[in-house]
C-alpha cells in the first residue's frame, strides 16, 4: 500500500509540474477522462444537467486557478472532485432558494432506498441446502471472458455505460466514483457526506444491478 501511495503521488507530481508549465494537452487528456464523473457528481446538487455543465467549467477554472496552491495533502483527482462539490452544492443552494415551494416537496422515495434483495433469493441455498445461504450450483457466477473481437468489446462497453446511466443516481455516482475513477470508500464518503453503511450498501446495488445486465448479455 505504502508503494502504491507513492507511486501515486510521483504521479500527481508530474501532472501538476505539467499543468502548472501549460501543457495543453496535458490539461485536456485530464479534462476528457475526469468531465464525466464530475459531471453526474455536480448532477447530484443541482437541477439540471445544463447547470451540472456549468459547475464543471467553473470547476476546471478553478482547478487552473489554484494549481499554485495545490500542496498534495489529497490526491489530485479528489482535490478537483472536491471543487466540483463545493461549487455544485453553492449552487443547488441558490437553485433551491429560487424553486417556488411547491415544487421542492417531497416525492416518492427514492429507489436507492430500496431494501430489498438485490440479487434473486432463489440463487442461493435455504436452510435445507447443504451450505444454507451460499450459492446453489446453479445460481453461482460464472467467471466472463473479456470478448477478443474489438466490435464485441465496444457493443460490451456501450452496455455497461447504458447500464450505469440507468442506476438510481446515488448508485451511479458511487459505482462511477470508486469503479470508474478509482477513489477510496473514504474518498467517497467524504465528497457525498455518506456514512461508511451507505457506502457499501450503495455501492454493493450497483454493482449487483450491473453484474446482473452483463450476466444476461454473456448468458444470451
Not at 500500500?1 to 507530481?13: F, Q, Y
Not at 470547476?59 to 463545493?86: H, K, P, Q
Not at 461508511?196 to 454493482?207: E, I
Request: proline share 6%; with cysteine; aromatic share 6%.
Amino acid at each position: 500500500m505504502a508503494s502504491a501511495e507513492a507511486g501515486r503521488v510521483s504521479a500527481d507530481e508530474v501532472l501538476v509540474d505539467r499543468l502548472r508549465s501549460g501543457d495543453e494537452q496535458a490539461f485536456v487528456d485530464l479534462v476528457r477522462r475526469w468531465s464525466p464523473g464530475m459531471l453526474r457528481l455536480a448532477r447530484h446538487h443541482v437541477s439540471s444537467d445544463a447547470s451540472a455543465e456549468d459547475v464543471v467549467q467553473e470547476a476546471w477554472l478553478g482547478v487552473l486557478e489554484g494549481l499554485d496552491r495545490f500542496e498534495g495533502r489529497l490526491s489530485l483527482r479528489t482535490y478537483v472532485f472536491t471543487i466540483v462539490v463545493n461549487r455544485a452544492k453553492t449552487r443547488g443552494v441558490r437553485e433551491h432558494r429560487a424553486v417556488p415551494l411547491p415544487l421542492t416537496m417531497p416525492g416518492p422515495p427514492s429507489a436507492d432506498a430500496a431494501t430489498g434483495p438485490v440479487v434473486d433469493p432463489d440463487r442461493f441455498q435455504g436452510p435445507d441446502g447443504s451450505y444454507p445461504g451460499h450459492w446453489t450450483s446453479a445460481g453461482q457466477p460464472q467467471a466472463w471472458h473479456q470478448p477478443e473481437n474489438r466490435a464485441v468489446a465496444r457493443e460490451t462497453m456501450s452496455l455497461v455505460e447504458r447500464a450505469l446511466d440507468d442506476l438510481p443516481e446515488r448508485q451511479r455516482i458511487v459505482v462511477t466514483l470508486r469503479d470508474v475513477h478509482g477513489l477510496s470508500s473514504d474518498e467517497v464518503c467524504g465528497l457525498l457526506d455518506l456514512t461508511a453503511v451507505n457506502q457499501r450498501m450503495l455501492l454493493h446495488r450497483g454493482r449487483s444491478a450491473l453484474r446482473a445486465v452483463l450476466e444476461g448479455y454473456y448468458r444470451g
